[in-house]
């Protein structure tokens, strides 16, 4: 077998492992921005809360206030009764008492209803207040396991890409080239292999002339579907179960039409 297959072969599995590795390492820094968002969401309802609820408390001081202003009025009206000379004047300062007594003791209903308000606000703020401080520690704990995951992942591309150096240096730098090509427009996946004739990438069927090169594994060949690098599954046993496991656990597709492939 060509030793540019094989290296091909290594080449690709490093890439795929490289890749699923870059993408979960794309995902740790979402994910820490996520959380942050999160809290800072949650920060922001517990500030609207404490403002909404401080807001009551200022309305239930003005009403306090007012209500401490009519109960002085009513007492100065009282007063007024032992000086008042006419049935008039009588008539008027007992009306004025009673409307202000109306007006206070509805006022103190309402005090006493944002005095409730204010308490159960209070209760829901702390409730908040120790869901997010949970949260907080939640979150940081989660940080710290995302960011010791990542230095892990990071140790793992550096050993990666220093064996992926090595396996570039025994491939020709024109099929490297074309290798980086395919794999750039084909979604990280540029050499694959060719089981029961058919391209594993596109599911094209490969002409017999096509596999019987393929077999031999002297040239390498391009899928003229998806213009894919191929190889035989059966250079590589391990490649070979593995999609035959896959195989048993799927349904069988129609079979494609028959295209070709063109030699490098």
Known sequence: MNPQIAALHQLQKQDRQLGRLERKLQLIPRRIKELEEDLAKLRAMLDAERDKCEQ???FQRSQEQQLVEEEELIRHSKAKLAQVKTSRELTATQREIDTTRRLASARAEEIEKLKAGVAEAEQRIEGMAGSLEALEKQAEEEKGRLSEHQSKIESKLDKLRSRRSGLTSQIEASTLATYERIRQRGGGL????VRERRCSACKMVVPHQIYVHLRKGDDIL???SCGRLLYWVGHFPEDEDAAKKK???QPKAAP?????AKKL
């Open 56 to 58: 009551t408390r200022s």
């Open 190 to 193: 540029a050499f694959v292999a």
């Open 222 to 224: 391009a899928c003229e």
């Open 247 to 249: 195989a048993e656990k």
């Open 256 to 260: 494609p039409r028959v295209r070709g």
